[in-house]
């Protein structure tokens, strides 16, 4: 301030003397006006650098200008910078923010309050089969047109989720998709959808399974209590009583197969996935296969031509008992549905690479291609009752196929209608250990026969 005011004095003192030198007191006088009205000047100059530089000017380059209006600029940058910086903040909050929203595995989209879509991420996009560029601004009933959406959007009452089909959705390729509307700011709504599809198929099979299960044992039930009223309230002989107690006791032992069966697939699904310390014999796996075979094939009374080739001397890493179970239930596959005077070969070879192949073939009825795919989930038959007859549960398959993952296998089915069927479990080479692989891999096959 003092420097303004000596400055302003130097220009009236100047202006004076100089006017006082020429034209005396009068000079004097227009001197100190002439300088009054030079000091003004400067000042507006100035004041319109200053004005410049805030209408074009960088604004981290105050311009070189003394004075009042030096300072006033110098304020004026500091507080720009400081807003500007606040601005940027704000800005890569908001980037950051968008970012987690974009890459959100659900999808999200913000209706204004008309319904008009304001923003959506690539999620919505791909569910909806919609454009984040297009359809901006579209209203949202124009592009989800679901009949049940439409009802959900009008009810206004937000508090559960809807289910819709998501576009595109076919009955062999189903999607859906559940969404909520949630309500904010003023009449404004963010729209969130998960793809559940995977949820409701699991619930779906949740359902059946249960229902699958009560109807396999509701039967032989039933069968049981029809079997104990007729005991109990009629004085049968004696031959009649043994007879009606052997069925009694066939429907008991159906139960508890298949309860046996639930177990395995329940521990299957529950343990933790065998590792590759314990090492079986594929010779012993054989063996027990081989007993367990001839024991059902007599039970059944079949004349059945069993062959069991000698296995390479391999073993086998994982749990032993679940190896054991796959090749047993294949076997016994084998061996209930071929018909008396056929053939069944368990062979086991080694693969390229150091994998095992384990196979169980038969001269069975075979299975049509269509009915293939399906054969590893639970409960599927291609024949229930030949299935039933034979003392089947319908899971066989479903427990080998979970071993043979476990282990990190692949299960092979070949079948031709009334040729036969060939199912071949597959051994990865680091559950594959072969000290002499070469000599035992050519031992010649041995052949037996049962009946
Ligand atoms: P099941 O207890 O009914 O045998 P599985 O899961 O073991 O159940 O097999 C599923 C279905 O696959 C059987 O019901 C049967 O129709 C068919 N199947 C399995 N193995 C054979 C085979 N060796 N020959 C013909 N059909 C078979």
Not at 92 to 106: G, M, Q, T, V
Not at 299 to 318: I, T, Y
Not at 386 to 408: M, P, Y
């Amino acid at each position: 301030m003092t420097a303004r005011l000596i400055a302003f004095t130097l220009c009236l003192v100047v202006g004076g003397a100089t006017g006082w030198w020429v034209a005396g007191d009068t000079g004097a006088e227009l001197g100190l006006a002439v300088g009054a009205v030079a000091w003004f000047a400067l000042e507006s100059l100035r004041g319109l650098r200053v004005l410049r530089w805030l209408r074009d000017g960088d604004i981290r380059n105050t311009p070189s200008v003394g004075g009042l209006w030096g300072q006033a600029a110098d304020r004026m940058r500091r507080g720009l910078v400081a807003r500007e910086r606040a601005t940027t903040e704000a800005h890569r909050r908001l980037e950051d923010f968008l970012d987690a929203i974009r890459r959100s595995p659900n999808g999200v989209v913000l209706l204004d309050a008309a319904g008009r879509i304001e923003w959506l991420n690539e999620t919505a996009a791909g569910q909806f089969g919609l454009d984040t560029e297009r359809d901006l601004q579209q209203h949202v009933l124009n592009l989800v047109r679901d009949p049940d959406f439409a009802a959900y959007y009008h009810g206004a009452s937000f508090g559960e989720d809807v289910s819709l089909a998501a576009p595109g959705s076919s009955p062999s390729r189903p999607r859906r998709l559940s969404v909520h509307l949630h309500p904010y700011g003023e009449g404004r709504m963010m729209l969130l959808a998960r793809d559940v599809t995977a949820v409701e198929q699991a619930e779906a099979m949740r359902r059946d399974f249960v229902a699958n299960v009560s109807h396999e044992i509701r039967t032989p039930l039933t069968v049981l209590s029809g079997f104990i009223e007729t005991l109990q309230s009629l004085d049968l002989p004696a031959e009649d009583r043994r007879r009606y107690l052997g069925l009694m006791g066939q429907q008991a032992q159906r139960m508890q197969t298949l309860v046996n069966d639930l177990l395995t697939l329940s521990r299957l699904e529950g343990s933790p996935l065998p590792g590759s310390t314990d090492w079986t014999p594929a010779a012993t796996l054989v063996a027990q296969c081989e007993q367990e075979a001839r024991a059902l094939a007599a039970a059944s009374g079949k004349s059945l031509d069993l062959r069991f080739v000698p296995a390479p001397a391999v073993q086998l890493g994982g749990a032993p008992h679940e190896l054991q179970s796959a090749l047993s239930n294949l076997v016994s596959n084998a061996v209930r549905y071929t018909p008396a005077g056929g053939r069944i070969e368990v062979l086991l070879r080694l693969l390229d690479g150091g994998r095992l192949e384990l196979a169980v073939r038969d001269t069975g009825p075979g299975i049509a291609p269509e009915h293939i795919p399906r054969l590893t989930e639970r409960f599927y038959r291609v024949d229930r009752s030949r299935s039933r007859e034979t003392g089947g549960t319908g899971l066989g398959l479903a427990i080998v196929k979970h071993v043979v993952q476990r282990h990190g296998g692949e299960l092979r089915i070949d079948s031709t209608p009334g040729q036969g069927s060939t199912f071949a479990i597959t051994m990865p080479a680091v559950r594959v250990r072969a000290p002499q692989v070469a000599a035992s891999a050519e031992r010649p096959a041995t052949e037996s026969q049962a009946g």
